[in-house]
Protein backbone atom coordinates (compact mmCIF):
# COMPACT_ATOMS: atom_id res chain seq x y z
CA UNK A 1 0.00 0.00 0.00
CA UNK A 2 1.64 3.26 -1.36
CA UNK A 3 0.43 6.39 1.87
CA UNK A 4 2.24 10.15 0.53
CA UNK A 5 0.77 13.12 2.03
CA UNK A 6 -1.01 16.56 0.58
CA UNK A 7 -0.82 20.32 2.62
CA UNK A 8 -4.28 21.90 1.47
CA UNK A 9 -7.59 23.07 2.85
CA UNK A 10 -9.31 19.56 3.44
CA UNK A 11 -12.56 20.93 1.52
CA UNK A 12 -10.38 20.65 -1.41
CA UNK A 13 -9.48 17.20 -1.65
CA UNK A 14 -10.27 15.69 -4.78
CA UNK A 15 -10.76 11.92 -3.84
CA UNK A 16 -13.60 9.69 -3.57
CA UNK A 17 -13.43 9.56 -0.34
CA UNK A 18 -12.11 11.89 3.03
CA UNK A 19 -11.73 10.68 6.43
CA UNK A 20 -12.32 13.14 9.52
CA UNK A 21 -11.80 12.18 12.55
CA UNK A 22 -13.43 13.69 15.73
CA UNK A 23 -13.33 13.70 19.52
CA UNK A 24 -16.79 13.21 21.06
CA UNK A 25 -16.30 16.44 22.40
CA UNK A 26 -16.85 17.93 19.24
CA UNK A 27 -19.58 20.06 19.38
CA UNK A 28 -22.09 20.80 16.26
CA UNK A 29 -20.37 24.65 16.43
CA UNK A 30 -16.87 22.66 15.25
CA UNK A 31 -15.06 25.82 17.12
CA UNK A 32 -12.28 24.03 18.59
CA UNK A 33 -11.67 22.36 14.67
CA UNK A 34 -11.04 25.52 12.21
CA UNK A 35 -9.73 23.20 9.89
CA UNK A 36 -12.87 21.52 9.46
CA UNK A 37 -14.72 25.38 8.63
CA UNK A 38 -15.16 24.28 5.23
CA UNK A 39 -16.76 20.94 5.66
CA UNK A 40 -19.38 22.31 8.22
CA UNK A 41 -22.14 22.06 6.57
CA UNK A 42 -21.79 18.17 5.82
CA UNK A 43 -20.61 17.65 9.54
CA UNK A 44 -22.71 19.62 12.25
CA UNK A 45 -26.03 18.94 11.14
CA UNK A 46 -25.02 15.16 12.28
CA UNK A 47 -23.63 16.38 15.40
CA UNK A 48 -26.56 18.61 16.18
CA UNK A 49 -29.07 15.05 15.74
CA UNK A 50 -26.29 13.04 17.62
CA UNK A 51 -26.10 10.82 14.21
CA UNK A 52 -22.95 10.94 15.11
CA UNK A 53 -21.50 10.71 18.89
CA UNK A 54 -17.70 10.71 18.28
CA UNK A 55 -17.52 7.69 20.33
CA UNK A 56 -14.09 5.78 20.00
CA UNK A 57 -14.55 3.11 16.56
CA UNK A 58 -17.93 5.10 15.40
CA UNK A 59 -18.33 5.11 11.59
CA UNK A 60 -20.53 7.48 9.21
CA UNK A 61 -20.19 8.04 5.73
CA UNK A 62 -21.36 11.15 4.03
CA UNK A 63 -22.38 11.92 0.53
CA UNK A 64 -21.67 15.32 -1.40
CA UNK A 65 -24.41 16.92 -2.76
CA UNK A 66 -22.05 19.41 -4.77
CA UNK A 67 -19.56 18.48 -7.51
CA UNK A 68 -16.15 19.67 -5.58
CA UNK A 69 -13.76 18.61 -3.34
CA UNK A 70 -14.12 14.67 -2.03
CA UNK A 71 -17.19 12.90 -3.10
CA UNK A 72 -17.75 11.70 0.44
CA UNK A 73 -16.91 11.71 4.02
CA UNK A 74 -16.19 8.93 6.42
CA UNK A 75 -16.27 10.61 10.04
CA UNK A 76 -14.91 8.11 12.65
CA UNK A 77 -14.40 8.72 16.41
CA UNK A 78 -11.77 9.05 18.43
CA UNK A 79 -13.76 8.94 21.92
CA UNK A 80 -13.27 11.29 24.75
CA UNK A 81 -9.96 13.79 23.95
CA UNK A 82 -9.10 13.44 27.94
CA UNK A 83 -8.98 9.41 27.57
CA UNK A 84 -7.09 9.20 24.15
CA UNK A 85 -3.48 8.10 23.19
CA UNK A 86 -1.19 6.37 20.41
CA UNK A 87 -2.94 3.13 20.88
CA UNK A 88 -6.47 4.75 20.61
CA UNK A 89 -5.32 6.56 17.42
CA UNK A 90 -3.67 3.37 15.52
CA UNK A 91 -6.92 1.55 15.98
CA UNK A 92 -9.32 4.55 15.01
CA UNK A 93 -7.06 5.04 11.88
CA UNK A 94 -7.02 0.79 11.06
CA UNK A 95 -10.87 1.43 11.62
CA UNK A 96 -11.23 3.90 8.97
CA UNK A 97 -9.15 1.88 6.59
CA UNK A 98 -11.41 -0.64 6.84
CA UNK A 99 -14.25 1.32 6.12
CA UNK A 100 -12.87 2.91 3.17
CA UNK A 101 -12.16 -0.78 1.99
CA UNK A 102 -15.73 -1.67 2.84
CA UNK A 103 -17.06 0.71 0.09
CA UNK A 104 -14.84 -0.79 -2.53
CA UNK A 105 -12.35 1.93 -2.84
CA UNK A 106 -8.67 1.60 -4.25
CA UNK A 107 -7.77 5.40 -2.63
CA UNK A 108 -9.07 7.90 -0.57
CA UNK A 109 -7.41 10.58 1.82
CA UNK A 110 -7.70 10.93 5.95
CA UNK A 111 -7.41 14.01 7.41
CA UNK A 112 -5.00 14.45 10.31
CA UNK A 113 -6.32 14.24 13.84
CA UNK A 114 -5.68 17.72 15.96
CA UNK A 115 -2.75 17.60 18.03
CA UNK A 116 -3.35 17.01 21.97
CA UNK A 117 -1.08 16.71 24.63
CA UNK A 118 1.03 13.21 23.92
CA UNK A 119 0.66 14.00 19.87
CA UNK A 120 1.84 17.38 19.41
CA UNK A 121 3.77 16.70 16.51
CA UNK A 122 2.47 16.44 13.02
CA UNK A 123 4.99 13.90 12.08
CA UNK A 124 4.54 11.96 15.45
CA UNK A 125 0.30 11.53 14.17
CA UNK A 126 1.15 10.87 10.62
CA UNK A 127 3.03 8.04 12.01
CA UNK A 128 0.84 6.65 14.25
CA UNK A 129 -1.98 7.14 11.75
CA UNK A 130 -0.29 5.85 8.66
CA UNK A 131 0.59 2.27 10.98
CA UNK A 132 -2.91 2.01 11.60
CA UNK A 133 -3.84 2.32 8.02
CA UNK A 134 -1.32 -0.41 7.33
CA UNK A 135 -2.36 -2.72 10.47
CA UNK A 136 -5.84 -2.53 9.93
CA UNK A 137 -5.52 -4.50 6.20
CA UNK A 138 -3.43 -6.95 7.67
CA UNK A 139 -4.96 -10.77 6.88
CA UNK A 140 -2.92 -13.76 7.59
CA UNK A 141 -4.29 -15.78 4.08
CA UNK A 142 -0.94 -17.46 3.05
CA UNK A 143 -2.99 -20.78 3.79
CA UNK A 144 -6.26 -19.62 1.86
CA UNK A 145 -6.76 -21.03 -1.45
CA UNK A 146 -10.30 -19.48 -1.20
CA UNK A 147 -12.71 -16.51 0.11
CA UNK A 148 -9.45 -14.74 0.32
CA UNK A 149 -10.76 -11.09 2.04
CA UNK A 150 -10.52 -7.75 0.16
CA UNK A 151 -7.11 -6.90 2.19
CA UNK A 152 -5.73 -5.30 -1.76
CA UNK A 153 -8.72 -3.37 -2.58
CA UNK A 154 -7.52 -0.16 -0.71
CA UNK A 155 -4.30 0.96 -2.16
CA UNK A 156 -3.65 4.16 -2.04
CA UNK A 157 -3.65 6.61 1.41
CA UNK A 158 -3.50 10.37 0.95
CA UNK A 159 -2.69 12.11 4.77
CA UNK A 160 -4.01 15.66 4.38
CA UNK A 161 -2.23 18.44 6.54
CA UNK A 162 -4.34 21.92 6.78
CA UNK A 163 -1.10 23.29 8.37
CA UNK A 164 2.40 23.30 7.08
CA UNK A 165 4.57 20.37 8.11
CA UNK A 166 8.20 19.88 7.65
CA UNK A 167 8.77 17.98 4.59
CA UNK A 168 11.95 15.63 6.15
CA UNK A 169 10.48 14.63 9.53
CA UNK A 170 7.14 14.11 7.65
CA UNK A 171 8.99 11.72 5.34
CA UNK A 172 10.82 9.89 8.13
CA UNK A 173 7.88 9.37 10.22
CA UNK A 174 5.98 8.02 7.19
CA UNK A 175 9.22 5.46 6.69
CA UNK A 176 9.03 4.67 10.22
CA UNK A 177 5.01 3.49 9.91
CA UNK A 178 6.27 1.31 6.87
CA UNK A 179 8.96 -0.46 8.44
CA UNK A 180 7.19 -0.82 11.59
CA UNK A 181 4.08 -1.85 10.08
CA UNK A 182 5.92 -4.60 7.73
CA UNK A 183 7.75 -5.85 10.58
CA UNK A 184 4.78 -6.16 12.54
CA UNK A 185 3.06 -8.05 10.09
CA UNK A 186 5.88 -10.71 9.63
CA UNK A 187 5.97 -11.37 13.28
CA UNK A 188 2.17 -12.24 13.16
CA UNK A 189 2.77 -13.98 10.08
CA UNK A 190 5.02 -16.40 11.65
CA UNK A 191 3.26 -16.68 15.00
CA UNK A 192 -0.02 -17.54 12.63
CA UNK A 193 1.81 -19.73 11.27
CA UNK A 194 0.92 -23.66 11.84
CA UNK A 195 3.97 -25.33 13.56
CA UNK A 196 4.20 -28.60 11.32
CA UNK A 197 5.36 -25.91 8.53
CA UNK A 198 7.42 -23.75 10.97
CA UNK A 199 9.41 -26.08 13.23
CA UNK A 200 12.97 -24.92 14.26
CA UNK A 201 14.55 -25.75 10.87
CA UNK A 202 11.83 -23.64 9.04
CA UNK A 203 12.32 -20.49 11.47
CA UNK A 204 15.71 -20.93 10.84
CA UNK A 205 15.29 -21.37 6.62
CA UNK A 206 12.90 -17.95 7.04
CA UNK A 207 15.93 -15.65 9.48
CA UNK A 208 18.98 -16.69 6.56
CA UNK A 209 15.89 -15.56 3.84
CA UNK A 210 15.45 -12.59 5.85
CA UNK A 211 19.24 -11.72 6.26
CA UNK A 212 19.90 -11.85 2.34
CA UNK A 213 16.96 -9.55 1.74
CA UNK A 214 18.62 -7.22 4.47
CA UNK A 215 22.24 -7.54 4.44
CA UNK A 216 22.19 -8.91 7.67
CA UNK A 217 24.83 -11.06 9.16
CA UNK A 218 23.97 -14.70 10.31
CA UNK A 219 24.93 -17.90 12.02
CA UNK A 220 22.35 -21.14 12.60
CA UNK A 221 24.21 -23.63 15.61
CA UNK A 222 23.03 -27.09 15.01
CA UNK A 223 22.74 -29.99 17.17
CA UNK A 224 26.32 -30.39 17.37
CA UNK A 225 27.57 -27.05 17.81
CA UNK A 226 25.35 -26.47 20.91
CA UNK A 227 26.55 -29.54 22.30
CA UNK A 228 30.57 -28.86 21.82
CA UNK A 229 29.35 -25.27 23.81
CA UNK A 230 28.12 -27.42 26.37
CA UNK A 231 24.60 -25.71 26.15
CA UNK A 232 22.77 -28.27 28.40
CA UNK A 233 19.74 -26.11 28.89
CA UNK A 234 18.99 -25.76 25.47
CA UNK A 235 19.59 -29.34 24.75
CA UNK A 236 17.34 -30.59 28.00
CA UNK A 237 14.09 -28.92 25.82
CA UNK A 238 14.80 -29.65 22.20
CA UNK A 239 16.06 -33.76 22.69
CA UNK A 240 12.67 -34.82 23.25
CA UNK A 241 11.44 -33.75 19.15
CA UNK A 242 12.34 -35.12 16.26
CA UNK A 243 12.39 -31.58 14.86
CA UNK A 244 16.47 -30.51 16.10
CA UNK A 245 16.68 -27.04 17.70
CA UNK A 246 18.78 -24.27 15.98
CA UNK A 247 20.00 -21.19 18.28
CA UNK A 248 19.87 -18.44 15.48
CA UNK A 249 22.32 -15.66 15.86
CA UNK A 250 21.79 -12.18 13.36
CA UNK A 251 23.66 -9.14 13.60
CA UNK A 252 23.33 -5.65 12.20
CA UNK A 253 26.21 -3.10 11.96
CA UNK A 254 24.83 0.37 11.71
CA UNK A 255 27.67 2.37 13.40
CA UNK A 256 30.84 2.12 14.13
CA UNK A 257 32.33 -1.24 15.20
CA UNK A 258 33.46 -0.21 18.44
CA UNK A 259 29.90 0.41 19.73
CA UNK A 260 28.66 -2.15 22.03
CA UNK A 261 25.37 -3.94 20.42
CA UNK A 262 22.53 -3.94 22.00
CA UNK A 263 21.40 -7.95 22.34
CA UNK A 264 17.73 -8.88 21.59
CA UNK A 265 16.76 -12.12 22.74
CA UNK A 266 13.57 -14.03 21.96
CA UNK A 267 12.41 -17.40 23.14
CA UNK A 268 11.23 -19.48 19.62
CA UNK A 269 9.48 -22.65 21.00
CA UNK A 270 7.72 -23.61 18.01
CA UNK A 271 5.22 -25.76 19.40
CA UNK A 272 5.32 -25.90 23.08
CA UNK A 273 3.43 -29.42 24.57
CA UNK A 274 4.82 -29.25 27.84
CA UNK A 275 6.95 -31.94 27.60
CA UNK A 276 6.41 -34.68 29.78
CA UNK A 277 4.82 -31.82 32.35
CA UNK A 278 1.47 -32.34 29.38
CA UNK A 279 -0.41 -29.22 29.58
CA UNK A 280 -4.34 -29.48 29.42
CA UNK A 281 -6.02 -29.89 26.04
CA UNK A 282 -7.64 -26.67 26.13
CA UNK A 283 -5.32 -24.26 24.04
CA UNK A 284 -3.11 -26.60 22.96
CA UNK A 285 -3.92 -25.79 19.22
CA UNK A 286 -2.26 -22.18 19.99
CA UNK A 287 1.24 -23.41 21.70
CA UNK A 288 2.47 -22.54 18.06
CA UNK A 289 2.65 -18.92 19.70
CA UNK A 290 5.38 -19.87 21.90
CA UNK A 291 7.39 -18.56 19.85
CA UNK A 292 6.23 -14.94 19.20
CA UNK A 293 9.49 -13.33 21.39
CA UNK A 294 12.16 -15.01 18.53
CA UNK A 295 9.12 -13.42 16.07
CA UNK A 296 9.78 -10.27 16.90
CA UNK A 297 13.50 -10.07 17.13
CA UNK A 298 13.57 -11.12 13.45
CA UNK A 299 11.40 -8.15 13.12
CA UNK A 300 13.29 -5.59 15.05
CA UNK A 301 16.56 -7.02 12.80
CA UNK A 302 14.70 -6.35 9.68
CA UNK A 303 13.35 -3.27 10.15
CA UNK A 304 16.25 -1.51 11.86
CA UNK A 305 18.16 -2.73 8.72
CA UNK A 306 15.19 -1.02 6.20
CA UNK A 307 15.27 2.45 8.06
CA UNK A 308 19.05 1.85 8.19
CA UNK A 309 19.40 2.92 12.16
CA UNK A 310 22.79 4.09 13.59
CA UNK A 311 22.64 1.43 15.56
CA UNK A 312 24.55 -2.13 16.39
CA UNK A 313 22.45 -5.17 16.89
CA UNK A 314 22.58 -8.67 17.56
CA UNK A 315 19.47 -11.32 18.08
CA UNK A 316 19.97 -14.73 19.09
CA UNK A 317 16.60 -16.83 18.90
CA UNK A 318 17.13 -20.24 20.82
CA UNK A 319 14.56 -22.07 18.67
CA UNK A 320 13.18 -25.29 19.53
CA UNK A 321 9.74 -27.71 20.00
CA UNK A 322 9.15 -28.95 23.54
CA UNK A 323 7.61 -32.68 23.11
CA UNK A 324 6.91 -35.57 24.77
CA UNK A 325 8.76 -38.96 24.21
CA UNK A 326 11.13 -41.67 25.45
CA UNK A 327 14.14 -38.81 25.17
CA UNK A 328 12.51 -36.16 26.38
CA UNK A 329 14.12 -34.54 30.10
CA UNK A 330 12.05 -36.28 33.07
CA UNK A 331 10.79 -34.07 35.99
CA UNK A 332 13.57 -34.43 38.62
CA UNK A 333 16.94 -34.41 36.20
CA UNK A 334 19.65 -32.31 36.71
CA UNK A 335 21.15 -29.99 34.01
CA UNK A 336 24.37 -28.39 33.82
CA UNK A 337 23.62 -24.83 31.63
CA UNK A 338 26.03 -23.07 29.24
CA UNK A 339 26.73 -20.99 32.33
CA UNK A 340 28.12 -23.77 34.44
CA UNK A 341 25.34 -23.73 36.82
CA UNK A 342 23.31 -26.79 37.54
CA UNK A 343 19.46 -26.78 36.96
CA UNK A 344 16.91 -29.18 38.88
CA UNK A 345 14.22 -29.50 36.18
CA UNK A 346 10.95 -29.54 38.40
CA UNK A 347 8.56 -28.88 35.66
CA UNK A 348 9.37 -29.48 31.84
CA UNK A 349 6.79 -26.53 30.87
CA UNK A 350 9.13 -24.23 32.27
CA UNK A 351 11.20 -24.64 28.91
CA UNK A 352 11.29 -21.14 27.54
CA UNK A 353 13.70 -20.24 30.62
CA UNK A 354 15.64 -22.83 29.79
CA UNK A 355 16.26 -21.92 26.13
CA UNK A 356 17.10 -18.20 27.35
CA UNK A 357 19.37 -19.21 29.79
CA UNK A 358 21.92 -20.58 27.55
CA UNK A 359 20.87 -18.12 24.67
CA UNK A 360 21.77 -15.20 28.23
CA UNK A 361 25.30 -16.99 28.44
CA UNK A 362 25.69 -16.66 25.14
CA UNK A 363 24.80 -12.99 24.46
CA UNK A 364 27.72 -12.17 26.73
CA UNK A 365 30.02 -13.31 24.11
CA UNK A 366 29.57 -10.15 22.28
CA UNK A 367 30.09 -8.06 25.06
CA UNK A 368 26.78 -6.08 24.55
CA UNK A 369 25.95 -2.71 26.15
CA UNK A 370 22.76 -4.18 27.14
CA UNK A 371 20.38 -7.02 27.01
CA UNK A 372 16.75 -7.30 26.20
CA UNK A 373 14.63 -10.33 26.00
CA UNK A 374 11.21 -11.22 24.83
CA UNK A 375 9.52 -13.87 25.87
CA UNK A 376 5.83 -15.54 26.36
CA UNK A 377 7.42 -16.78 29.72
CA UNK A 378 4.92 -17.45 32.09
CA UNK A 379 1.05 -17.93 32.07
CA UNK A 380 1.30 -16.13 35.42
CA UNK A 381 2.07 -12.96 33.35
CA UNK A 382 -1.71 -13.30 31.48
CA UNK A 383 -3.21 -14.04 34.64
CA UNK A 384 -1.76 -10.91 36.67
CA UNK A 385 -1.73 -8.12 33.56
CA UNK A 386 -4.22 -9.53 30.53
CA UNK A 387 -4.04 -9.43 27.16
CA UNK A 388 -2.78 -5.68 26.80
CA UNK A 389 0.24 -5.10 29.17
CA UNK A 390 3.63 -7.01 29.09
CA UNK A 391 5.48 -7.86 32.49
CA UNK A 392 8.76 -5.71 32.55
CA UNK A 393 11.54 -6.70 34.83
CA UNK A 394 15.11 -5.70 34.86
CA UNK A 395 18.50 -5.15 36.43
CA UNK A 396 19.35 -1.37 35.48
CA UNK A 397 16.35 1.63 36.04
CA UNK A 398 17.43 3.82 33.22
CA UNK A 399 17.28 0.64 30.90
CA UNK A 400 13.84 -0.38 32.38
CA UNK A 401 12.58 3.48 32.35
CA UNK A 402 13.54 3.95 28.44
CA UNK A 403 11.58 1.16 27.89
CA UNK A 404 8.70 2.09 29.72
CA UNK A 405 8.70 5.52 27.76
CA UNK A 406 8.67 3.64 24.26
CA UNK A 407 6.01 1.25 25.62
CA UNK A 408 3.61 4.86 25.95
CA UNK A 409 4.79 5.94 22.46
CA UNK A 410 4.38 3.10 21.10
CA UNK A 411 1.17 1.94 22.53
CA UNK A 412 2.38 -1.38 23.39
CA UNK A 413 2.20 -0.92 27.35
CA UNK A 414 4.20 -2.44 30.03
CA UNK A 415 4.31 -2.69 33.58
CA UNK A 416 6.86 -3.39 35.57
CA UNK A 417 7.34 -6.14 38.42
CA UNK A 418 10.01 -6.34 41.17
CA UNK A 419 12.92 -8.43 40.87
CA UNK A 420 11.79 -9.51 44.17
CA UNK A 421 15.48 -11.19 45.27
CA UNK A 422 14.15 -13.10 48.74
CA UNK A 423 11.63 -14.91 45.77
CA UNK A 424 14.30 -16.91 45.12
CA UNK A 425 14.20 -19.13 47.77
CA UNK A 426 11.04 -20.59 45.63
CA UNK A 427 13.88 -21.95 43.37
CA UNK A 428 15.98 -23.61 45.94
CA UNK A 429 16.60 -27.34 45.21
CA UNK A 430 18.49 -30.01 47.19
CA UNK A 431 20.18 -31.32 44.28
CA UNK A 432 21.52 -28.65 42.10
CA UNK A 433 22.56 -24.83 42.61
CA UNK A 434 18.28 -24.29 42.26
CA UNK A 435 15.08 -25.53 40.39
CA UNK A 436 13.66 -24.47 36.96
CA UNK A 437 9.59 -23.51 37.57
CA UNK A 438 9.28 -22.58 41.61
CA UNK A 439 5.39 -22.38 42.37
CA UNK A 440 2.00 -20.80 41.70
CA UNK A 441 2.72 -17.83 43.54
CA UNK A 442 4.13 -14.61 41.59
CA UNK A 443 4.98 -17.31 38.89
CA UNK A 444 6.29 -14.26 36.29
CA UNK A 445 8.69 -12.60 39.32
CA UNK A 446 10.09 -16.26 39.49
CA UNK A 447 10.75 -16.86 36.21
CA UNK A 448 12.53 -13.39 35.88
CA UNK A 449 14.55 -14.50 39.31
CA UNK A 450 15.38 -17.86 37.62
CA UNK A 451 16.54 -15.80 33.71
CA UNK A 452 18.41 -13.23 36.55
CA UNK A 453 21.01 -15.82 37.74
CA UNK A 454 22.26 -16.00 33.88
CA UNK A 455 22.68 -12.83 33.61
CA UNK A 456 26.35 -10.35 34.81
CA UNK A 457 26.62 -7.02 35.86
CA UNK A 458 25.20 -5.79 31.95
CA UNK A 459 22.22 -3.91 32.23
CA UNK A 460 19.40 -6.24 31.66
CA UNK A 461 15.78 -6.10 30.43
CA UNK A 462 12.85 -8.86 30.37
CA UNK A 463 9.49 -8.67 29.10
CA UNK A 464 6.90 -11.33 29.52
CA UNK A 465 4.63 -11.28 26.74
CA UNK A 466 2.65 -14.29 26.84
CA UNK A 467 -0.29 -12.53 27.46
CA UNK A 468 0.32 -9.80 24.83
CA UNK A 469 1.53 -11.77 22.32
CA UNK A 470 -2.01 -13.36 20.63
CA UNK A 471 -5.34 -12.31 21.03
CA UNK A 472 -8.88 -13.90 20.89
CA UNK A 473 -10.87 -10.74 20.78
CA UNK A 474 -9.40 -8.95 18.04
CA UNK A 475 -9.79 -4.89 17.38
CA UNK A 476 -9.46 -2.86 14.37
CA UNK A 477 -5.72 -2.85 14.06
CA UNK A 478 -4.92 -6.26 15.80
CA UNK A 479 -7.15 -9.32 14.00
CA UNK A 480 -8.18 -12.57 16.47
CA UNK A 481 -3.86 -14.87 16.71
CA UNK A 482 -0.98 -12.68 16.96
CA UNK A 483 -0.23 -9.14 17.41
CA UNK A 484 3.58 -8.72 16.79
CA UNK A 485 3.54 -7.41 20.25
CA UNK A 486 7.24 -5.78 21.37
CA UNK A 487 8.01 -5.01 17.41
CA UNK A 488 6.91 -1.54 17.93
CA UNK A 489 7.73 -1.23 21.66
CA UNK A 490 11.43 -2.13 20.58
CA UNK A 491 11.81 0.20 18.09
CA UNK A 492 10.83 3.07 19.65
CA UNK A 493 13.73 2.27 22.27
CA UNK A 494 16.17 2.19 19.62
CA UNK A 495 14.90 5.74 18.05
CA UNK A 496 15.76 7.08 21.40
CA UNK A 497 19.12 5.07 21.05
CA UNK A 498 20.24 6.98 18.00
Known amino acids: ?17 LIVFLFSDDKPGLRRRPELAGLKHLISPRLKTKDFTGDHLSVLGLFQEIKRGPERLILVGLGPEKEHGPEKLRSAAAKAAQAARDFNLQEAAMLLPPKWENLKNPEELAEVTALGVRLGLYRYDELKTRDKDKAGLLRHMTLVSAEKIETGKFNTALKKAEASAKAICYARDLVNRPSNLLKPDDLAREAKALARSQGLKIKVLGLAEAKRRKMGAFLSVTQGSESPGRIIILEYHGTGRRIKPLALLGKAITFDSGGINLKPADGLKNMKTDMAGGAAVLAVLAAAASLKLKVNLVGIVPAAENMPSGKSCRPGDVITSMSGLNV ?10 MVLADALTLAHEYNPCAIIDLATLTGACLVALGDKIAALMGTDAELVQRLKEAGEKSGDRVWELPLYDPYFEFL ?21 LFLKQFVSEIPWAHLDIAGTARTEKGGPDTRIGGTGFGVNLVLHYLYSQE
Open 344 to 353: EITNTDAEGR
Open 1 to 17: MKINYKVIDPVGVKTPA
Open 428 to 448: KSEVADFNNAGGRAAGAIIGG
